[in-house]
């Protein structure tokens, strides 16, 4: 059993180190869940939602400040944990504090461009300011064709990956439960190879914290609906997904050191790639010009429903993610487990959707 649990990256399972892991995911998954009722009501109260029109699947106003509700959780999470077990290494502390930052900045923009619209320009703007934020602590790409980057390679590299990926996860949040499923199993998938290695702290605590957001958000978010994340959450989660797919164990130097962190966000690289090649052989701004032709969205035309489209997809990234593992060598005790965890997650959390339906339907 002690072989087991260190090959799955829990060296103590009574250490401070994961039972704070298990406490930040607990706290993130609980604030998360308890906030989501208040921020809809409060929401729908003075109009933060979406109105159906000709792009968006809803029929009804649709809060969409659940991005607001996940950042709270995520951050009480981990200002708890702090207080509760201090980081001692500066290092970790500055890259924790640069993500959350850098979120800060996107959260506000995004829910600002919910709300009130702006210019794509500006939004690009404070997106590359927080990858800048990044590559001044340290997270960004160092190592990558048998060799150490140039800088300014390195600095072109990570600032394409953040906003990269930052607009991807945003592009994808356009079917209930897709966006949240994805970065669900892969904040999981990245913290299982995180947890091989305790020295890489800081991912391994947002991480945590990401996942247990996500999934208590979930709760609410599965189809049809009562909340969704919005740019503010979009943004958020994209950024802080792509800023820990930098650290660690995915900075390896072989022939293919960039493949790593593009496979586990493998399917928004995809979506987003076609989205832009079509959207410029028409002509047209790429993110400026929404409009319905997402994988999702082919699917929905093939007559899928909504839900079922949704664990399709959650089915395709985990397959990437488990690649991904795979590729970098992680131990298949670790990859089976957290698959299982994955699996057990999105389960729990779809049954007590469905069941809340049932509960609605008889009244």
């Known amino acids: 059993m002690t072989e087991f649990l260190r090959r799955i990256g829990v060296a103590d399972p009574w250490g401070a180190g994961f039972l704070t892991v298990l406490l930040v995911f607990a706290l993130a998954l609980f604030a998360t869940w308890r906030f989501i009722p208040y921020v809809r009501r409060f929401a729908l109260k003075v109009g933060w939602a979406d109105q159906p029109n000709e792009r968006r699947l809803n029929t009804t106003p649709l809060?969409?400040?659940g991005g607001l509700a996940v950042y709270a959780g995520v951050v009480l999470a981990l200002v708890l944990a702090t207080l509760l077990r201090p980081i001692l290494i500066a290092e970790v502390q500055i890259q924790v504090l640069a993500i959350l930052l850098g979120g800060s900045w996107l959260v506000l923009v995004g829910f600002i461009d919910d709300q009130f619209g702006l210019p794509p320009l500006f939004r690009l703007f404070v997106?590359?300011?927080a990858a800048f934020l990044l590559v001044a602590t340290g997270i960004r790409f160092e190592t990558a064709f048998g060799g150490t980057l140039d800088p300014l390679l390195s600095l072109f590299l990570t600032w394409l990956w953040v906003v990269g990926i930052t607009n991807a996860l945003n592009l994808m949040d356009g079917l209930d439960g897709l966006a949240g499923g994805i970065t669900f199993i892969s904040a999981m998938s990245l913290l299982a190879v995180s947890a091989l290695h305790p020295y890489w702290a800081a991912g391994t605590l947002v991480l945590a914290a990401?996942?247990?957001?996500?999934l208590g958000f979930l709760r609410h978010n599965l189809h049809p609906s009562r909340i969704i994340l919005g740019d503010a959450g979009a943004y958020f989660l994209g950024y802080a997904l792509a800023a820990t797919a930098l650290l660690g164990n995915l900075?390896?130097?072989?022939?293919?050191?960039?493949?790593p962190p593009a496979l586990f966000l493998l399917l928004p690289i995809l979506d987003t790639t076609q989205v832009?090649?079509?959207?410029?052989?028409r002509g047209q701004n790429p993110l400026a010009t929404p409009g319905k032709d997402h994988i999702h969205h082919a699917l929905l035309k093939r007559g899928f429903s909504q839900r079922r489209v949704a664990f399709f997809l959650w089915g395709l990234a985990l397959a990437f993610n488990l690649l991904a593992m795979l590729y970098l060598r992680v131990p298949l005790e670790s990859?089976?487990?957290?698959?299982?965890?994955?699996?057990?997650g999105l389960g729990w959390v779809t049954y007590r959707r469905l069941r809340a339906l049932l509960k609605e339907a008889k009244e």
């Open 127 to 129: 997106q590359s300011l």
């Open 251 to 259: 900075k390896v130097t072989t022939l293919l050191g960039l493949l």
């Open 210 to 214: 990401l996942a247990g957001a996500t």
């Open 276 to 281: 832009v090649i079509r959207r410029l052989m």
């Open 335 to 344: 990859i089976l487990t957290t698959a299982l965890t994955i699996l057990t």
């Open 63 to 65: 809060p969409n400040a």
